[in-house]
């Protein structure tokens, strides 16, 4: 269910966020928090801006001005707190690794993932003799079980048959108990059932939205019968 901002338990907050390139605003003024035990799910059309917004959260780039805490401390580098880690929307695990030495390299110890047969039946395989929306799906699962508090995860739903976005929905939600979850893709009704706060991102600006209507005034979807 969607809710209004929770201020307690206050894990990130992004205040005045701005980032332009070639004339043009991509990101401007964005204020955004995420509290221990939330899931917040941002939403927008292709080229708004949210890969954007999580590479400048996690400092791969540059933004023109942010002010951003990560647990009442400031940061300019997300990759610096310790307490961020980031899905990006590209593949990021070296494919001569084996799904073991994965989970080994992020120090999962979480028995929700060790014990699943899924990872039992691959953790002598190499990432490269899989096909690559189950490279998609184990980079998903290591993110989503890391010890940082917060979690950034881009398109995590993209490239997985059903069932495993389900999967993927059922572990964010057996560790949001212990982080705080930005998440944005495009498969939107995932991503509203997940979120306990839903935003829209839109002409550079970022709207909190309530339910699917104020997507379609927002422009996000086209009006629902
Ligand atoms: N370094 C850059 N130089 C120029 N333009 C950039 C740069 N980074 C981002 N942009 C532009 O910013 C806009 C937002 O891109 P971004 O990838 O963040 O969108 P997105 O919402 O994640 O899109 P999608 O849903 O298609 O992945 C695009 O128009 C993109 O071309």
């Known amino acids: 269910m969607l809710e ?29 928090t995420c509290a221990q035990h939330e899931v917040v799910g941002i939403l927008g059309r292709n080229g708004s801006g949210k890969s954007t917004l999580m ?32 899905l990006p929307q590209e593949g990021f695990l070296p494919r001569n690794l084996l799904l073991s030495e994965a989970l080994q390299f992020f120090q999962i110890d979480d028995v929700n993932l060790l014990e699943l047969p899924l990872i039992q039946e691959n953790l002598n395989r190499r990432l490269s003799s899989l096909s690559l929306g189950m490279i998609r799906l184990f980079e998903t699962l290591l993110i989503i079980y890391t010890k940082e508090s917060i979690t950034l995860l881009d398109e995590p739903f993209v490239g997985l048959s059903p069932i495993y976005i389900e999967l ?58």
């Open 4 to 32: 209004s901002e929770n201020l307690s338990n206050e894990l990130l907050y992004i205040d005045s966020l701005s980032f332009s390139r070639g004339g043009g605003s991509i990101l401007s003024g964005l204020y955004l």
């Open 55 to 86: 590479n400048v959260i996690f400092g791969r780039i540059k933004a023109d001005f942010a002010f951003m805490r990560c647990k009442g401390i400031k940061f300019e580098k997300g990759y610096q707190t310790g307490e961020i880690t980031y």
């Open 168 to 225: 993927i929905k059922e572990h964010i939600k057996l560790v949001k108990h212990r982080k705080g979850i930005l998440i944005s893709d495009h498969y939107f009704r995932q991503v509203m059932d997940l979120s306990d706060r839903l935003y829209l991102l839109k002409d550079s600006h970022l709207t909190q939205v309530l339910n699917e209507d104020e997507l379609v005034f927002g422009g996000y979807l086209n009006q629902i019968d």
